[in-house]
């Protein structure tokens, strides 16, 4: 059994650098983080260890710092804290900052704001909040249910797959002929290679795993694109969630993982594959640690 890991995966820049401020922070003060940090239980249960707290509302807020995630809050969100008396830490995602500062320039301009993403998602409040009118879309369904407006400004959640994004600006500007539509590209870059990777990945193998928390956007878009070209794909979280039974009549595994999965997470999910292959007797030669890239 031959196991190949993604080009591009697991953890990027901006969730790694929320996590190793949020480490740092508490280790002079005490730290409540307002929502989930990512989107990852593994990663939120180590970060619990290590004192740091998560609170879904300021009100909740008992230590005097409190740390914005890496999705994203909104001004509202900021000012209550603050309201509050609390320190705020920024520990958003710098792409993520460039989807606000894109989507406020569109009002300025006299855009209606329509919002590509998942309504409930942390990050599309963070980006909504602020706003008097606005639309969130997420299927050609909800594109029809759009009123006219002379002028629509569209940015994604930075987490959507881009060629979905691609089809609902198109299918906006096929409703709205005569309004002016202007797109503005805010999916971030690491979900985009990702999302590029697993396509080259799932097209190579007969089952993929795709590893990342439940609660994981790019994590459940991984899945989705990989069952675009690959019959067989399972979302694990961590390697006991793996089972045996997947690989029968199996000669290529492939691996990916959100934008959250930690390297430590990547690694024992190679490791248990091997050891299956091993116990299952497939080619020594194939089942491998060093992981051969797509």
């Known amino acids: 059994m031959k196991i190949i890991r993604a080009e591009h995966l697991g953890m990027c820049f901006g969730v790694r650098d929320a996590i190793a401020l949020a480490v740092d922070a508490a280790r002079h003060e005490p730290l409540t983080v307002l929502g989930d940090l990512v989107h990852n239980e593994t990663v939120l249960t180590e970060l619990r260890v290590q004192g740091i707290r998560f609170q879904r509302r300021p009100e909740e807020v008992a230590t005097r710092n409190v740390?914005?995630?890496?999705?994203?809050?909104?001004?509202?969100?900021?000012?209550?804290?603050?309201?509050?008396?609390?320190?705020?830490?920024?520990?958003?995602?710098?792409?993520?900052?460039?989807?606000?500062?894109?989507?406020?320039?569109?009002?300025?301009?006299?855009?209606?704001?329509?919002?590509?993403?998942?309504?409930?998602?942390?990050?599309?409040?963070?980006?909504?909040?602020?706003?008097?009118?606005?639309?969130?879309v997420l299927s050609a369904e909800a594109v029809t249910k759009l009123s006219e407006r002379p002028r629509f400004g569209v940015v994604a959640q930075t987490t959507q797959p881009i060629e979905r994004v691609r089809e609902l600006v198109q299918l906006v500007r096929e409703r709205f002929p005569a309004s002016e539509v202007r797109f503005v590209d805010t999916v971030c870059q690491p979900t985009k290679q990702r999302q590029n990777a697993a396509v080259e990945?799932?097209?190579?193998?007969?089952?993929?795993?795709?590893?990342?928390?439940?609660?994981?956007?790019?994590?459940?878009?991984?899945?989705?694109?990989?069952?675009?070209?690959?019959?067989?794909?399972?979302?694990?979280?961590?390697?006991?969630?793996?089972?045996?039974?997947?690989?029968?009549?199996?000669?290529?595994?492939?691996?990916?993982?959100?934008?959250?999965?930690?390297?430590?997470?990547?690694?024992?999910?190679?490791?248990?594959?091997?050891?299956?292959?091993?116990?299952?007797?497939?080619?020594?030669?194939?089942a491998r640690l060093e992981p051969h890239r797509a």
């Open 67 to 136: 740390m914005v995630t890496a999705h994203g809050a909104s001004d509202h969100a900021r000012n209550q804290a603050r309201t509050r008396g609390l320190n705020v830490i920024e520990a958003t995602c710098p792409l993520v900052h460039l989807a606000h500062r894109a989507l406020a320039k569109l009002v300025m301009e006299g855009f209606h704001p329509v919002i590509i993403g998942k309504r409930d998602h942390v990050e599309v409040r963070g980006l909504t909040e602020d706003l008097i009118a606005f639309e969130v």
């Open 201 to 286: 990945l799932a097209q190579q193998c007969d089952v993929v795993i795709v590893i990342g928390g439940a609660h994981s956007n790019n994590t459940h878009e991984l899945v989705a694109t990989s069952h675009r070209y690959c019959a067989r794909v399972h979302h694990v979280q961590t390697a006991e969630d793996v089972l045996a039974e997947w690989f029968v009549r199996t000669q290529t595994v492939g691996i990916t993982a959100g934008t959250s999965t930690p390297d430590s997470i990547i690694d024992e999910v190679e490791r248990h594959l091997v050891a299956l292959a091993t116990r299952n007797e497939f080619s020594p030669s194939a």
